[in-house]
């Protein structure tokens, strides 16, 4: 079963408006990473928060983690054309016997000019 | 320029003709994988590797090969195609392990297999 998942699967917001993006996980972690993937292109790291983090900035992203309710969110202030994208969390997920990264099924964004 | 590069960018073939997909890093890194990208299923782990002759699978390896000979490369080889294989393939690479590191990701390979 997935052990992040996106919500919503898709947002269509103006530029200019904020974005947020939502990923729920299943079991205990030690960090989340938050992806981005253009159209057909590679996933591009955006930020990587630890268990032990509330709160990272990057930029015009801001990234939130509650570990208590098992999810974290990705917010984008001043969205622009550019960063429409899918959006991707990645946590640990022990499946096989060994611990991988497991990545949601994505948030795809659309900003509109 | 730090880069994950793979070729071909795009492939059209038929079912059973042996293919391999190369996959190349400059970044000294470790830890390589390759994935898939299917429409539904989100982004799957075919195989990856912790180091030179390291090799693992991940959650979807059936149909797939690896070596890993040198530290930069990382070919994925499809023996005997079939049109389930049909996806959009990424190879990754980070400094160590994935779990606690930036993963880099390479601009992507489309198979189709008719």
């Known amino acids: 079963s997935q052990q992040g998942e996106e919500d919503p699967q898709a947002l269509s917001i103006q530029e200019g408006e904020n974005a947020t993006m939502n990923c729920s996980y299943k079991?205990?972690?030690?960090?989340l990473q938050w992806y981005r993937q253009n159209s057909g292109r590679g996933l591009v790291h955006l930020i990587l928060?630890?268990?032990?983090?509330r709160e990272k900035h990057s930029g015009r992203l801001r990234v939130t983690l509650d570990t208590s309710k098992k999810s974290s969110s990705l917010l984008i202030t001043a969205s622009r054309a550019a960063d429409t994208a899918s959006y991707f969390c990645?946590?640990?997920?022990?499946?096989?016997?060994?611990?991988?990264?497991?990545f949601g099924k994505g948030t795809k964004l659309t900003v509109n000019p | 320029e730090a880069q994950v590069t793979q070729n071909p960018r795009y492939l059209i073939t038929v079912t059973g003709k042996k293919l391999t997909v190369t996959c190349s890093q400059n970044?000294?890194?470790?830890?390589m994988s390759w994935y898939r990208q299917d429409p539904g299923l989100g982004l799957r782990q075919i195989y990856y590797?912790?180091?030179?002759?390291?090799?693992d699978k991940g959650d979807v390896p059936e149909g797939y090969k690896v070596s890993r000979k040198e530290k930069r490369n990382f070919p994925l080889i499809l023996e005997s195609p079939s049109p389930n294989q049909t996806s959009l393939y990424f190879c990754?690479?980070?400094?160590?392990?994935?779990?606690?590191?930036?993963?880099?990701f390479g601009p992507g390979t489309r198979l189709t297999v008719l």
């Open positions: 990754a690479s980070s400094r160590g392990g994935q779990l606690n590191n930036e993963q880099f």
């Open positions: 079991t205990s972690i030690n960090n």
């Open positions: 928060i630890r268990s032990n983090e």
């Open positions: 990645a946590t640990e997920a022990l499946q096989g016997g060994s611990e991988k990264l497991v």
């Open positions: 970044m000294n890194h470790e830890y």
């Open positions: 590797s912790m180091n030179v002759e390291v090799t």
